[in-house]
């Protein structure tokens, strides 16, 4: 499919890779890109090859945001029954395979909160996080005021909520909104081997290992472990066990079929 406001490629065949492409306004999140971005998505869900996705910007921004003029003369009707602003914003979630954040540049408000619906994120060193919108008299839209506080705690959520500071990538390692911090110019490099390394193994392992983890973000210690023991279990119905753990035993590599 030809886009306009993304760039899609293919890894090694099974990395699906896609970078946010509006330079001149640092990939500001118009309806449009939010558009594509989720036709991609599913895409390459859908895709029996390729085993984890990669989102990344470019070397300056992630995203610096939802689309500040497209957004600054819509009323409350227009946002609130016509949903212009967040409507197309869910699809990431319902991603089954791994999506990696691969962020170098600015993250700062709906790139920030994008950023955070993947399941990780990879920071370059010239990495800015932030959720800036109280300085346009609104609060984050898409999942900051919830999903912030969940990584980095109340202390460090509010602060940048209320203050709209930005937060580096060490600042944000130390915080645990990242997983890594590498130089610049390893980030994509970086993000395609854990990419491979995730797309190695049995897709229906990748899917049930970030289903359960996503559930712990929704419910209480004892039914996430009793939802984790279950899809364990269930585990032991696919052909990707019987080989994970014979290869094992007989000190071969596994060949994941994905059954
Ligand atoms: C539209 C944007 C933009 C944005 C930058 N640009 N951010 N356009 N929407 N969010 C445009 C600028 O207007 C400018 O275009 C060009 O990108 C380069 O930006 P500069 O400001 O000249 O660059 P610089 O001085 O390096 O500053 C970078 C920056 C700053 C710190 C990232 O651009 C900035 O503060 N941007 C806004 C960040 C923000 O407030 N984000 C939150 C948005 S609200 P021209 O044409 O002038 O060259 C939000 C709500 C989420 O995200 C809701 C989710 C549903």
Redesign the pocket.
Known sequence: MAYETIEVRVEAEKVGVITLNRP???N??NDQLMTELGQALKAFDADEAIGCIILTGSE??FA????????AKYSFVDAYKGDY??RN?ETLRSIRKPVIAAVAG?A????C?LAMMCDFIIAADNAKF????I??G?I???G?TQRLPRAVGKAKAMDMALTGRMMDAQEAERASLVSRVVPLDRLMEEALGAALTIAGYSQIANMAAKESVNRAFESGLSDGVMFERRLFHSLFATQDQKEGMDAFVNKRSAQFSNQ
């Open positions: 001149k306004a640092l500001a999140l300056k921004a610096a945001g939802a689309d500040i003029p497209a957004m602003i967040t914003w600015y700062l408000g709906g790139g909160e932030g959720q800036p919108e300085k346009l609104v984050p839209g898409a900051g």
